[in-house]
């Protein structure tokens, strides 16, 4: 079988056609991607960052004064310090053994 002139400009302009339309498609979805992405995506992770930003500094300042309350205490009783850190390191050193 074969095709006539006709029918193979038909079947060119039919195959430019459904490349066009596969590129507007194409180019469509990548627009859809991209405005998912500045709609949900990016405000979702800034999101989580601030959160992890404001956990780190609840973490910090926690630490912080956890520190300067021990300092305080050992300061305070500093014999009583001492006595609590040899029995804490004798008891480590038979559990470790």
């Given at each position: 079988?074969?095709?006539?002139?006709?029918?193979?400009?038909?079947?060119?302009?039919?195959?430019?056609?459904?490349?066009?339309?596969?590129?507007?498609?194409?180019r469509s979805?990548?627009?859809?991607?991209?405005?998912?992405?500045?709609?949900?995506?990016?405000?979702?992770?800034?999101?989580?960052?601030?959160?992890?930003?404001?956990?780190?500094?609840?973490?910090?300042?926690?630490?912080?004064?956890?520190?300067?309350?021990?300092?305080?205490?050992?300061?305070?009783?500093?014999?009583?310090?001492i006595v609590?850190?040899?029995?804490?390191?004798?008891?480590?050193?038979?559990?470790?053994?």
């Amino acid at each position: 079988m074969f095709f006539g002139k006709k029918d193979k400009k038909k079947a060119a302009k039919a195959a430019v056609a459904l490349q066009k339309s596969a590129q507007d498609e194409i180019r469509s979805l990548k627009e859809q991607v991209e405005e998912l992405l500045n709609d949900r995506v990016t405000p979702a992770i800034v999101q989580a960052a601030d959160k992890a930003d404001q956990v780190v500094h609840n973490t910090k300042e926690l630490t912080d004064h956890q520190m300067k309350h021990v300092s305080d205490k050992v300061q305070s009783k500093p014999l009583i310090a001492i006595v609590l850190s040899i029995v804490i390191g004798y008891l480590l050193g038979r559990v470790i053994r």
